[in-house]
């Protein structure tokens, strides 16, 4: 298995099928948003620069984020969730490591803005929820660890709206990037989850477990 990488708008699913996919295929998940939101929460100089792209729904300058996946990847396969983001991030990403297989998630912007309206996440574990198609047992609370849920500061409709906008501006050139590579697989974001990890298992080669 080559590095995977899952590319598709916000709310796509990037991260809900990256935690299945990573067990399924033993690669290390390894998603920037997740990472930028941990130098937030700790106050670090990059956490510091990145939160006023971040609340504004803008990307990171690409210099700040090829700093710092290059310190985490090298040497071993990983499975990249929300990176690279733009031509630029692909060069850089090629220049590290060899990309086997684009997953590619479709999802158009009206299903983005109502799946992501609706995400509540947990402060403590990081479980993700949505109020629509995945609620919690307890309002408020985190069926995993009882943690309190939270709504991402991102995850407001002018936000949503402006992450789209600026997806579509800068990301989806990557399509036709990895498709003329031969690398591109397109799944159907909208199905359940279960049958996008099916579709992930069946476009990777990979028997479901
Ligand atoms: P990041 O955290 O990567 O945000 P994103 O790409 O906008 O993706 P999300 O986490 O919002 O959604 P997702 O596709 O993972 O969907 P999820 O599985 O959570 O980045 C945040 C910010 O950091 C960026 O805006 C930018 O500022 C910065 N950044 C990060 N990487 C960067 C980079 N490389 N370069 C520059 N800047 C960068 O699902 C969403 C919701 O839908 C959940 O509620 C979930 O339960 C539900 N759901 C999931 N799958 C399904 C399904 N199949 N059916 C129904 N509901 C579903």
Redesign the pocket.
């Known amino acids: 298995m080559r590095t995977v990488v899952l590319l598709?708008?916000?709310?796509?699913?990037?991260?809900?099928?990256a935690g299945r996919l990573a067990t399924a295929t033993k690669l290390r998940h390894l998603?920037?948003?997740?990472i930028?939101?941990d130098e937030v929460a700790r106050d670090t100089e990059l956490g510091r620069k990145?939160k006023v792209?971040?609340d504004r729904?803008?990307?990171?300058p690409?210099g700040l984020?090829l700093d710092m996946v290059r310190g985490r990847i090298g040497g071993e396969d990983v499975l990249l969730?929300?990176?690279?983001?733009?031509l630029a991030?692909a060069e850089g990403l090629a220049e590290i490591t060899p990309v086997g297989a684009v997953l590619y998630?479709e999802l158009t912007r009206d299903e983005v803005v109502r799946?992501?309206s609706?995400?509540?996440v947990c402060r403590d574990c990081g479980e993700?929820?949505?109020l629509l198609?995945?609620p919690p047992a307890t309002a408020g609370r985190c069926d995993r660890c009882g943690g309190e849920l939270y709504q991402r500061p991102?995850?407001v409709p002018e936000v949503i709206a402006r992450?789209y906008d600026?997806y579509e501006k800068d990301s989806a050139p990557l399509v036709e990037h990895y498709e003329s590579k031969g690398v591109l697989k397109r799944l159907d974001?909208?199905?359940?989850?279960e049958h996008?990890y099916a579709q992930a298992l069946k476009a990777l080669g990979h028997a479901q477990a």
């Open positions: 598709g708008p916000p709310g796509s699913g990037k991260g809900t099928l998603s920037t948003g997740d930028l939101r990145a792209h971040m729904g803008e990307l990171v690409d984020i969730d929300g990176f690279p983001r733009t991030q998630l799946r992501l609706a995400r509540r993700n929820y949505n198609t995945q991102d995850d992450r600026v974001g909208a199905a359940p989850p996008v």
